[in-house]
């Protein structure tokens, strides 16, 4: 942009962002994880629309063209067709928030055609890994009661890392056997668990959850050893670690075990809506990749199984 132009695009780059973080969340109540993703998603589309010799003031050469040839860069500098798929949904978001604050007079996104993700089988532990995974060890230190406690929370509820992260203790309802689980957009559901799930907890509150228990931990139901609140990270090396030790098993993320968990109770006979509240997944679409797996074992134990197949 020549010397002297109004507004500078590095300024009105960063106040656009700043004003599209607000939106996402304050406004659609995203995830931090999905915001940063975003906010770096529009990063990149400014900064290439910055760089295009179009002759438009500046951000009116944001248009169908434009977001091709982006989404284009993208691909040929070898991003992935699941990153492409956010990339162009938040595109979308974006001129659609550009649009209705005035800054452009119509909305490209709309014009903009879908990028579908891959819909990959996820890799999940069969029913004797689960087992093993889930059997105690024999430490009693609060270390190794709170991991077999979050082990057995995990692949008993399904509940995603970042809500048993976020479980306080009011949130276990031990008559009842639920807990309330706080998922994406801020949506609550009820999620039963059984009988090892909950003397596993009721051993890490009992006995090891007030040894590491100080003010800073305030009503958090899973703790890291300095007290705090436990974190994503820590959650993962733990499922990492125990899956390490089960032969044959994949090194699955607690993700994984969310997988698994789908995966038996529809193996189990639970029906595939059940499933779906139990999960916390919005729409039917997503709960139906673990139909998938439940029949590509199917097929795989009857091709070892049938004298015929």
Not at 6 to 24: G, M, N, V
Not at 95 to 110: N, W, Y
Request: glycine letters at 6%.
């Amino acid at each position: 942009m020549p010397t002297g132009a109004p507004s500078q695009p590095d300024d009105e780059a960063a106040e656009i962002i700043t004003a599209f973080e607000r939106h996402l969340r304050l406004e659609r109540d995203l995830s931090p994880h999905t915001i940063r993703a975003y906010v770096s998603d529009v990063t990149s589309l400014l900064r290439h629309l910055r760089d295009q010799d179009n002759g438009e003031t500046w951000l009116t050469g944001l248009n169908i063209a434009t977001l091709r040839h982006w989404l284009a860069a993208q691909h040929a500098e070898g991003l992935s067709r699941a990153t492409l798929a956010r990339r162009t949904a938040c595109a979308r978001t974006f001129t659609a928030f550009c649009h209705r604050q005035g800054r452009i007079p119509t909305d490209p996104g709309l014009l903009l055609g879908s990028a579908k993700a891959p819909r990959t089988l996820p890799a999940v532990l069969d029913q004797p890994q689960a087992q093993a995974a889930l059997t105690p060890t024999d430490e009693t230190t609060p270390k190794s009661l709170r991991d077999q406690a979050i082990l057995e929370l995990l692949y008993a509820t399904g509940i995603r890392v970042s809500e048993l992260c976020s479980l306080d203790v009011d949130d276990m309802d031990r008559t009842r056997h639920v807990i309330r689980v706080v998922g994406k957009g801020r949506k609550e559901r009820t999620v039963p668990f059984g009988l090892p799930a909950l003397r596993a907890v009721d051993l890490w509150s009992v006995n090891a959850r007030p040894l590491w228990s100080t003010p800073k931990s305030a009503n958090a139901l899973f703790l890291g050893a300095r007290g705090g609140r436990i974190d994503p990270g820590t959650v993962r090396r733990i499922v990492h670690t125990r899956l390490r030790q089960v032969e044959g098993a994949p090194d699955l993320s607690p993700h994984g075990l969310r997988h698994s968990a789908a995966t038996h109770l529809l193996e189990g006979g639970a029906d595939l809506r059940s499933v779906q509240e139990l999960l916390g997944h919005s729409s039917l679409n997503t709960t139906q990749i673990y139909t998938h797996v439940s029949i590509d074992r199917l097929r795989a134990a009857y091709r070892q199984a049938h004298p015929r197949a």
